[in-house]
Each structure stands twice: as structure tokens, then as C-alpha cells.
């Protein structure tokens, strides 16, 4: 059930809610200040174009996937972005971000074993400073990709990367932007990539590389991005306190060679404490049914009763970017009668404010690098 999501920190869709309007600071006499400002709050973003191509050096993280360790995978890829350009987003974190969908074409090398896959989804960009001539940045993308030569156990057992067509992407990584005019810019980056089911079948090796890439960028709208002399709402308000009250509900697959998956359910209670403009602290406690134990003692020990519940505590923090919420928390067992795997643990989250205190979201639970499952969570904050 292997798969090295491990330390990747997918902190990258946490902007997907911004929106509103922009002011213009004024040296002019008022109608004219009023006419500029009239006239910008029309454009909220600027609109982007984009192709890239990125190549990397395959790592093997387990005995199962040791036969991809070297390859090159080269990926194609063309971009349609927003880089964000108002009040909002400005009071949220002093910066532009950039967030966009992408469209690829991965040509893994060795087509005979891996295949080849297509994949599609969200990307964001965060920005230094004012986007200028120079910047660094930090980009991350997520979706999901479909690839063609899944393992079969009659047909195709070379494969032990993964074993359905559809998958779960996931890239983060830095690098540097260059415009050397007003509508072009040239990006350099390097980034680690991963692609997996996350634990819903087995085998799931998956597919992990680190890459370097070139992308070239056209600006469909002037970029217009300059430091806002606003009010700034952080220095204001008293920092941000809450309780969250959760309930997830996941599938994750029996350790191969078993067939089949089990639910996962749990239950977890959270406080938050704001200690900056976009990041707060967490605190957690987690109780979890582990459909996973009660399954395995069935087919094990058929007759006989297990414990199939696992308590927990958990500390991470969270990204607090208008309605999203981004959460890396690391968790410790304190309660667990059916062992198995590690005693600590990884969980990646990201959640959306759909009404009032209710949020919605998912999260993605792992053990160095073995998943142990995805889970759809509804949240009660108060």
C-alpha cells in the first residue's frame, strides 16, 4: 500500500474563493481618482496563457517500483490562468497569487511497464513581492490523471506502480519568473511529482520524480500590479479563534496481496489559533473505526472479535486564505489495539466555508510513504 506522497505539501489550492473589488490611491483631484478607480475595479485578474515542458529523474522509495528507478518521464503541458488583482486577495496575504487549470501530456519512457497518462486540474502560484522584471515563487498543482497500463495480475503484473487508470496527481515546487516585457514571462522551476490512487487499490507503488521545467507565459490583459495603500484589515481585528467539529467518511484498500477495500470513519475535535496574516496553530483529538482491522481479523482469524478503533492527537497548522483552508497536521497514536504501520502519521487537508460555519472538503492520510486512505469530511465550526 505503498505510495510516497510523505512530505508533500499540496499548500497550493488554498485560494480558490478570491474575489471583490480594487481601489486606486490617488494623487490627482477627486474626479479623477474616482474615474481611475472606476475604471480598474472592472478587472479583478489578469488572464494568463501558458506551455511547459518538464523532465525529471524517476526515484524508486519501494522494493515493488526499484524497476523505474532512473527513468526521464518528459511532460507537455499547456496552462489557462488568473493572476489575481484586488482588494481582497491583497488584504489576505499582501501578494498577487496566480491560480490556473492545466491540461498535460506525460510520456513516462518505459511505455512497455508504465504506460503512458494525460492529466488535468488546478495549479497556483505564489509570487514575492510585486510581480516585477524578477521574482521568485513557489507553484503547486493537483488533479487527477489517467494512465494507461494499470497492473493486472494475469496480464499485466510488471507494473506495481498502480493499478487503476484513474489517479491522483499532486506537484509542488519553486522557482523564478522573468518578463522580459509587459506580456511575456518566462518561468524556470524545479518541483517533486507524484502520482497514485491514494491507497483505494492495490498495488500502489506509485509513480514519484523530481523534475526541472520551462514554461513561457503570455498575458492576455495588461498586468497591472502595484502595492495597495489600504487599510489593512490584519492590523485591525483581534486574531481568529474556533472549534471544529468533524465528521470523514473514506475507502481504503485491503494491504496487497488481499483483495477489496474497507470504509474508514472518524470523528475529530480541533481548536485553531490565528498567529499570522494567512497561518494559524491546530490542536486536535481523533477517533477513527478502522474497517481495515475488522476485515483483515475476519479473513485472519475468522470467529473472533477485534478493536477496530484508533485514538489519536494531532498539532499542524492551517492556511487561511478567505474561505479555503489548507491543514498539515502530524498525528500521534495514544489508543490503538489493532496494530499496524507506523505510530505516527501525516494528514493533508483542504477544506471550503459552502454556508455559514459548515465547511466541506478532503483529506489525505499517510504513513511516511504508504497511504492509508482519502476521506471526504464535513465540518461544524464555531
Given amino acids: 500500500m505503498k505510495t510516497e506522497i510523505k512530505n508533500i505539501i499540496i499548500v497550493f489550492m488554498m485560494c480558490a474563493s478570491f474575489s471583490a473589488a480594487q481601489l486606486f490611491s490617488q494623487n490627482n483631484d477627486l474626479q479623477s481618482a474616482a474615474d481611475d478607480k472606476a475604471g480598474q475595479t472592472e478587472r479583478t485578474s489578469v ?26 518521464p518528459q511532460v507537455y503541458e499547456l ?53 516585477d522584471f524578477f521574482n521568485p515563487h513557489l507553484k503547486g498543482k493537483a488533479g487527477l490523471s489517467y494512465l494507461t497500463k494499470p497492473f493486472n495480475k494475469e496480464t499485466h503484473p510488471d ?20 518578463r522580459p516585457t509587459d506580456n511575456l ?42 502595492e495597495r495603500n489600504i487599510s489593512d484589515p490584519y492590523l485591525t481585528h483581534e486574531k481568529k479563534t474556533r472549534w471544529d ?17 474497507v470504509p474508514m470513519y472518524g470523528i475529530t475535535v480541533l481548536r485553531s489559533w490565528q498567529f499570522g496574516r494567512v497561518a494559524a496553530f491546530t490542536l486536535a483529538g481523533e477517533l477513527e473505526r478502522n ?32 474561505r479555503t483552508i489548507f491543514s498539515i497536521q502530524i498525528g500521534g497514536y495514544i489508543y490503538r489495539p489493532f ?13 471550503y466555508n459552502i454556508w455559514d460555519n459548515i465547511y466541506a472538503g478532503i483529506n489525505f492520510k499517510s504513513y511516511r510513504n504508504s497511504a492509508d486512505h482519502v476521506s471526504a469530511r464535513i465540518t461544524y465550526s464555531f
Avoid at 245 to 250: A, E, Q
Avoid at 339 to 351: C, I
Fill in 47 to 72: 488572464r494568463v496563457i501558458g506551455a511547459g515542458f518538464l523532465t525529471g529523474y524517476m526515484i524508486s522509495h519501494a522494493k515493488e517500483v526499484v524497476n523505474l528507478r532512473g527513468l526521464h
Fill in 79 to 131: 496552462t489557462y490562468s488568473w493572476h489575481l488583482n484586488n482588494d481582497e486577495v491583497w488584504n489576505d496575504c499582501h501578494c498577487y497569487p496566480r491560480i490556473g487549470l492545466f491540461l498535460a501530456y506525460h510520456n513516462l519512457i518505459n511505455r512497455e511497464v508504465l504506460g503512458e497518462g494525460y492529466s488535468g486540474g488546478l495549479s497556483f502560484t505564489y509570487f514575492f513581492g510585486i510581480p
Fill in 159 to 178: 507494473n506495481m506502480a498502480y493499478a487503476t487508470h484513474l489517479n491522483f496527481l499532486i506537484s509542488v515546487g519553486a522557482g523564478v519568473s522573468l
Fill in 185 to 226: 514571462e518566462i518561468q524556470f522551476d524545479g518541483s517533486m511529482n507524484h502520482q497514485s490512487n491514494a491507497a483505494i487499490l492495490e498495488p500502489n507503488g506509485g509513480i514519484n520524480y523530481w523534475a526541472i521545467s520551462l514554461s513561457t507565459n503570455y498575458f492576455l490583459d495588461k498586468p497591472d500590479f502595484y
Fill in 245 to 261: 467539529l468533524s465528521f470523514s467518511w473514506g475507502i481504503s484498500s485491503m494491504p496487497y496481496p488481499m483483495p477489496g477495500q
Fill in 291 to 322: 474497517g481495515r482491522a475488522v476485515e483483515i481479523n475476519r479473513r485472519k482469524n475468522p470467529g473472533t472479535d477485534v478493536d477496530p478503533f484508533r485514538a489519536s492527537v494531532l498539532t499542524g497548522v492551517e492556511f487561511l486564505m478567505g
Fill in 339 to 351: 496494530k499496524e504501520k507506523d505510530d505516527f502519521y501525516q494528514r493533508w487537508g483542504l477544506v
